[in-house]
């Protein structure tokens, strides 16, 4: 979208958490495709200390990347955040606490508080278009997929306060806003979407053992690859009617356990099965007990894995947190997005070669066992 305000017509452009792992490639994005005049990356993590492989790490060397560091829950850090001489038209907000196993409070805190200051700081300085990342982990039957329109309830404390979120911004006067709702985000920079799945292939690999999970493959677990994330968080922002409207961003491979376990199998070369439902109830009886015993099965091992090959710090773990164990479907309508506004996938399903390039990544930053993937 010509902005005439900015030099050479393309924007300024605000990327909040932009060293995160959403961020990091919505920024890769900008910049790779000349899409901006302008570009700060707000984070409370700087570049140095963000574990960014080395693509990232030069691209955020860009003469148009302006670094910031703020924690976006303090107001007067949030200002900060926002304050420029460079006139700024989009915010992209991929900010917020995301790790599970936090307490209420901290998620009110990491993601309500700081998504509201940071949206009402937006309106202040009278951007043409923010755009929300909210969360998909709202509950939905295995047969019918959630549409943006039906009640949403939350099944994850993220999504419980992301929710708040999104019906609080109309209430902000003059904010132009989209909201994506995205499914299990996965690929370059992944901490905590399929990454904790992978360590645990991994992990299997290295006991030579076979995998068993919980429930079983028909659980949903719908994908989105981040590159598409990133594109469609452009893509919104420059679409006027896209205003006020929520979309699910959610690929077309209708992901489940079974699809993405039979993939991580086959990376490592292991075998894999189920507990079924009725094991998997008695589990869900007494399941802080049951979580513990994964856990614990999982971390010494891969403790060793790192150790025999020389990988001496990583910020990959096999840790799955209790809510994220559950019997329940992340299972999102896709349609509304591709229809209405004509957006593509360019990896409408989850293959092999998109997870493996995820491991090679992890290995050539030294974070992952080498001898581990095949």
């Known amino acids: 979208m010509a902005n005439d305000k900015v030099p050479n017509g393309k924007p ?52 148009l990347i302006e670094f910031r560091s703020a924690n976006l829950i303090n107001p007067v850090s949030c200002q900060n955040a926002f304050s420029s001489d460079t006139p700024i038209s989009y915010v992209f907000n991929c900010a917020g ?34 755009v929300e990342i909210s969360s998909g982990n709202f509950s939905s039957s295995e047969k019918m997929p959630l549409k943006e329109d039906t009640a949403a309830e939350p099944w994850t404390y993220v999504a419980k306060h992301k929710l708040q979120v999104e019906n609080d911004l109309k209430n902000i006067p003059g904010l132009k806003y989209t909201i994506l709702r995205p499914a299990i985000v996965y690929g370059i920079g992944d901490r905590t979407g399929l990454a904790p799945r992978l ?37 919104v922002a420059t679409k006027p009617e896209t205003v006020g409207q929520i ?69 990959l773990s096999p840790y799955i947190d209790q809510e994220l164990l559950h019997n329940q479907h992340l299972y999102l309508y896709p349609g509304k997005l591709s229809q209405s506004t004509d957006f593509t996938y360019n990896y409408p399903k989850m293959t092999k070669e998109t997870l493996k390039e995820v491991l090679d990544d992890y290995v050539a930053m030294k974070i992952f066992p080498h001898s581990l993937v095949l």
Not at 49 to 62: D, G, R, S, V
Not at 208 to 231: F, I, Q, Y
Not at 278 to 305: F, Q, R, Y
């Open 12 to 63: 300024g452009v605000i990327v909040l958490g932009g060293c995160g792992f959403i961020g990091r490639n919505v920024v890769e994005y900008l910049i790779e495709n000349e899409l901006v005049s302008y570009l700060r990356v707000v984070d409370k993590v700087p570049p140095q200390t963000a574990w960014l492989n080395a693509k990232h790490q030069k691209i955020f060397e860009n003469p």
């Open 97 to 130: 606490e995301t790790k599970s196993g936090q307490t209420d409070p901290v998620y009110k805190e990491g993601i309500y508080k700081l998504s509201m200051n940071c949206a009402q700081h937006a309106a202040k300085i009278g951007v043409e278009h923010y």
């Open 199 to 235: 360590v645990i292939g991994a992990v299997y690999k290295h006991l030579g053992e076979m995998m068993k999970l919980l429930w079983g493959p028909e659980l949903r677990m719908n994908t989105v690859h981040v590159r598409d994330m990133a594109r469609a968080i452009w893509h």
């Open 247 to 315: 979309y699910n961003l959610v690929d077309e491979g209708n992901s489940t356990q079974g699809s993405i376990s039979a993939i991580v199998s086959e990376l490592f070369n292991i075998n894999h099965d189920y507990w079924g439902t009725a094991l998997s109830s008695i589990a869900k009886m007494d399941m802080n007990t049951v979580v513990e015993e994964i856990n614990d099965k999982h971390m010494g091992p891969w403790a060793e894995a790192c150790n025999k090959d020389g990988v001496e710090n990583s910020p």
